[in-house]
C-alpha cells in the first residue's frame, strides 16, 4: 500500500514539473528582456493567373499594420518591412497554383489588436504576352503607382488581426492581377491602349500557430 502511494505521488510531482517547464518555455517564447508580450506575425503574397499578362512585377518598400487609436508608435504603424533603399521585388504571375512569396518573415509584434494592414509599391511594371502588343508596339509598360508610394495600398481584411502572445499569425494576401491590373482597348489588331493599376488587394487566408 505504502509503494503504491509513493508511485501515485511520483506521478503527480512528474506532471507538476511538466506542467511547470511548459509555462517556462511559453514565457521564453513570448516575452522579450523588457518584459513586453510579444506576438509573431508574417505576411505572404499570392496571385491568379492572366490571360493577356506574362509578367507583373511589383517592387514592395513597405509593410506595415495599423494599430488603434491608443497606438503610440508613429501613427498608429508597426513595421514588418521598411527599406525603401532596398525594395522587395516580385514576379506576381509566379505566384500561382498555391505559390506564396513569404514577404515579412516572422515578426515580433507587440500584442493587441490591428485594425489594417498596408503594402508601400514604389512601382510596378507589366510585360504582355507574345503576339500581344500596346498600340505603339512596346509589350511592356511601367505603370502609375496611386497612393502605392506614399501611404500605401490597403489590404481588405476580414477582420481585425487580433495579435496573441505567443503565438504566430501568418496571412496570405491576394494580389490578383486580372483585379489590379485592368486592360484598356482590345487586346486584337492595333493592341492594347493601356493598362491601369487600380489595387484591391484582399486577405485570402489567415492561419495561427
Known amino acids: 500500500m505504502a509503494m503504491l502511494q509513493s508511485s501515485e505521488i511520483g506521478k503527480k510531482v512528474a506532471i507538476i514539473l511538466a506542467a511547470g517547464a511548459l ?37 514592395i518598400s513597405r ?16 513595421d514588418l518591412f521598411n527599406d525603401p533603399a532596398t525594395p522587395k521585388h516580385y514576379d506576381l504571375l509566379t505566384l500561382q497554383d498555391g505559390v506564396t512569396a513569404d514577404l515579412t518573415g516572422v515578426v515580433d509584434v507587440n500584442v493587441g489588436l490591428y485594425r489594417g494592414l498596408r503594402l508601400v509599391v ?37 477582420r481585425d488581426l487580433e495579435a496573441v502572445e505567443g503565438e504566430t499569425t501568418t496571412l496570405t494576401v491576394d494580389f490578383d492581377v486580372e483585379q489590379n491590373f485592368v486592360i484598356q ?18 486577405e485570402l487566408t489567415r492561419a495561427r500557430s
Do not use: H
Open 122 to 158: 514604389d512601382s510596378a511594371r507589366v510585360t504582355l504576352v507574345e503576339g500581344v502588343t500596346f498600340e505603339d508596339g512596346s509589350d511592356n509598360a511601367v505603370l502609375f503607382v496611386p497612393s502605392g508610394s506614399s501611404s500605401g495600398i490597403k489590404v481588405r481584411l476580414n
Open 185 to 202: 482597348g482590345s487586346a486584337g489588331p492595333g493592341g492594347i491602349r493601356s493598362i491601369m493599376f487600380t489595387p484591391m488587394l484582399r
Open 63 to 78: 509593410v506595415y499594420l495599423q494599430g488603434g487609436a491608443d497606438d503610440e508608435t508613429e501613427g498608429g504603424r508597426v
Open 23 to 59: 509555462v517556462l518555455s511559453a514565457a521564453a517564447c513570448s516575452d522579450d528582456p523588457t518584459g513586453v508580450k510579444l506576438s509573431g506575425v508574417r505576411i505572404l503574397l499570392t496571385d491568379a493567373p492572366s490571360d493577356v499578362i506574362a509578367s507583373a512585377e511589383v517592387w
